[in-house]
């Protein structure tokens, strides 16, 4: 059973930093796609950043220059450092894992959350 489990998230003030990691167990083949997604009060869920099985990377025009995803295939976890945080970054942030760049109905595996605060 596959299963995801995100870490790292809190409270900050703008201009900070965080890392989010997620890790993956109960994968039983090779490499595969990792996405991270938020969702903040009364929005819709949005990708932030994604990284597929050869380590190309895509971000959302909102978090480039200032997020940056990385997996390590070997411990099976997933990062995002987020830095120069905005009151905008605040939101639940989910990890997912086996799908399509942004495409959140193509993830088979999600985490719970892990809930990112930005505020003075």
């Known amino acids: 059973q596959v299963q995801l489990a995100e870490s790292g998230g809190g409270s900050v003030e703008p201009g900070g930093s965080l890392r989010l990691s997620c890790v993956v167990s109960?994968?039983?083949?090779?490499?595969?796609?990792m996405g991270w997604f938020r969702q903040a009060p009364g929005k819709e869920r949005e990708g932030v950043a994604a990284?597929?099985?050869?380590?190309?990377?895509s971000y959302a025009d909102s978090v480039k220059g200032r997020f940056t995803i990385s997996k390590d295939n070997a411990k099976n976890i997933g990062y995002l450092q987020m830095n120069s945080l905005k009151p905008e970054d605040t939101a639940m942030y989910y990890c997912?894992?086996?799908?399509?760049?942004?495409?959140?109905?193509?993830?088979?595996?999600w985490g719970q959350g892990t809930q990112v605060t930005v505020s003075s």
């Open positions: 109960g994968f039983t083949y090779g490499s595969y796609c």
């Open positions: 997912a894992a086996d799908g399509v760049g942004f495409v959140e109905y193509s993830y088979n595996y």
């Open positions: 990284i597929d099985d050869e380590s190309s990377t």
